[in-house]
């Protein structure tokens, strides 16, 4: 989703070292991951979600440039909101994606949905069903960050670090507003708009109203905590730590 403020594109998660479009990246993503499922072919056993991390924020926080510096430092791919969103609205990307995974597994992304979800009535769109299965498929294809899209709605709790990012609306405000160049008033009108566009989304496709705490493993308040690389090092710290038996067993 771009949205204009001020003459100039702005995408929820951008900032000012992103480069690439998440076609982009979902092509370059594809393309790796191809390579380490035709080594692993052979290497069949019953599934297991990776270890994941899952990013749920306020948009404008900064959270995807943490995600980045955390995909760095553990060579986990970033799947963000624009990635996401291009797979799951991409009918041959979603299929190619939930193909990977039932190549491996036969019939058993199946049975993560009905495990996970029943037959919950807020999974109802084309769109949603696509969603939870792209983001099962990646999360049981490798280890992944996810940013946003109600990610850790999605996954399994006891195979992702829930991640909630949050700051006061003035600090959104002024950061939308150094990083394009307009007046903090037209960027707090868009953030605005964004987030009831993110609470009808929610609404729509979990059918919740409200974000909750006891739904994350750590809440990062980014009005106290600003510098991208201290919030990385808690969240690795963290997520080191829920899964130390596999990741360093």
Known sequence: MTIKI????????????????????????????????????????????????????????GALEVADILGE?????????????????????????????????PGMLNEFMKYLFGEKAFIKSDY????????LSLGGTASTIFV?????????????????CTCSDEYRS????????VSEKEAAAKLAQIDKEQQEFFKKTFGKTSVESHEFDLVLNFDLLKEPASAAKIIKTAFMQKFQSELCG
């Open 6 to 61: 001020g003459g100039k594109n702005y995408v929820p998660g951008m900032y000012s070292h992103k480069k690439f479009t998440g076609a982009q990246l979902a092509d370059k993503y594809f393309s790796d991951v191809e390579k380490k499922l035709i080594e692993k072919q052979k290497a069949l056993k019953r599934p297991e979600i990776h270890p994941c991390i899952s990013f749920s924020r306020k948009i404008g926080v």
């Open 73 to 105: 430092d553990l060579g986990y791919p970033v799947m963000d909101r624009e990635i996401l969103t291009h797979i799951a609205c991409e009918a041959n990307l979603s299929e190619k994606t939930v193909k990977y995974f039932d190549e491996r597994y």
């Open 128 to 135: 949603s069903r696509h969603l939870f299965s792209v983001v």
């Open 148 to 164: 946003g899209r109600g990610t850790h709605l999605i996954l399994p709790k006891n195979r992702t670090l829930a991640v909630r």
């Open 174 to 181: 002024k950061r939308l507003s150094r990083m394009l160049e």
